[in-house]
């Protein structure tokens, strides 16, 4: 696909990924009583070996993830919530198929019906992951915590962060997506981010955004076979 093909198609991309990809949430109450969120971002794969569910490894077992929050304030429950507003609360320990820190995946056993409760999609790819490349397109959605609001004492509303662009560097550990705002166009109907907005709450600004990369291609090859393996077996 050509540059402005892609450009052209750019929208309907965006709204894939976001309809591929669901908040994984959960919480805990503070000192006076009051709900605290945290959430990260998963979304939901077919290979040609299994169909599973994907999220940072670092979401679950890293600092301030949700294993950190329950070893602090005792068994939180975790849960998907749907474009829909369906929920689906997660056994994690039940439905784990494999986790790796280093290359930040951990994936999880889900139902093709659970995903459709949800009102979400299933992205399928039959082909070997490999590395990127500079000057490739790319489109991502994710959930940051910055875009969560409480409307009510019972509502929370979880705001998508969605965009696609050219790799303008690609390393072993990262690839960076460069943000021209003079480009930038309103896709799910909310505007653009203001100038600056730093999607991470907790994390310095930058204007362009850096994804772990998966550039480690026979690490990665080996460890989603062993998710497949593992996703079999449970099954």
Not at 82 to 105: K, Q, S
Not at 223 to 230: P, V
């Given at each position: 696909?050509d540059d402005e093909a892609f ?53 679950i077992e890293g600092p301030y ?171």
């Amino acid at each position: 696909m050509d540059d402005e093909a892609f450009r052209q198609a750019s929208k309907s991309l965006m709204e894939m990924a976001a309809k591929i990809s669901a908040p994984l949430h959960w919480q805990h109450l503070d000192s006076e009583g009051q709900p605290v969120r945290h959430n990260g971002t998963a979304f939901f794969l077919r290979t040609k070996e299994a169909l599973f569910g994907v999220t940072a490894a670092h979401v679950i077992e890293g600092p301030y993830g949700w294993r950190w929050h329950c070893e602090r304030y005792g068994p939180l429950p975790l849960r998907l919530t749907g474009w829909n507003a369906a929920t689906l609360e997660l056994n994690w320990d039940a439905r784990a198929v494999d986790i790796d820190l280093e290359i930040d995946i951990a994936t999880f056993m889900i139902a093709e019906w659970e995903v459709q409760k949800l009102g979400c999609l299933i992205f399928t790819d039959m082909l070997e992951p490999r590395p990127p490349m500079v000057g490739e397109w790319v489109t991502y959605c994710g959930f940051p915590g910055k875009g969560v609001r409480r409307p009510s004492h019972l509502e929370w509303i979880f705001g998508a962060a969605t965009a696609t662009g050219k790799l303008s560097s690609v390393d072993d550990r990262k690839m960076r997506l460069h943000i021209d705002r003079s480009e930038l166009e309103p896709a799910l109907g909310q505007g653009v981010p203001p100038e600056n907005y730093n999607f991470r709450r907790h994390q310095r600004r930058s204007r362009s955004p850096e994804f772990p990369n998966r550039r480690r291609e026979a690490a990665l090859v080996r460890a989603w076979r062993r998710h497949h393996r593992r996703a079999k077996h449970k099954r």
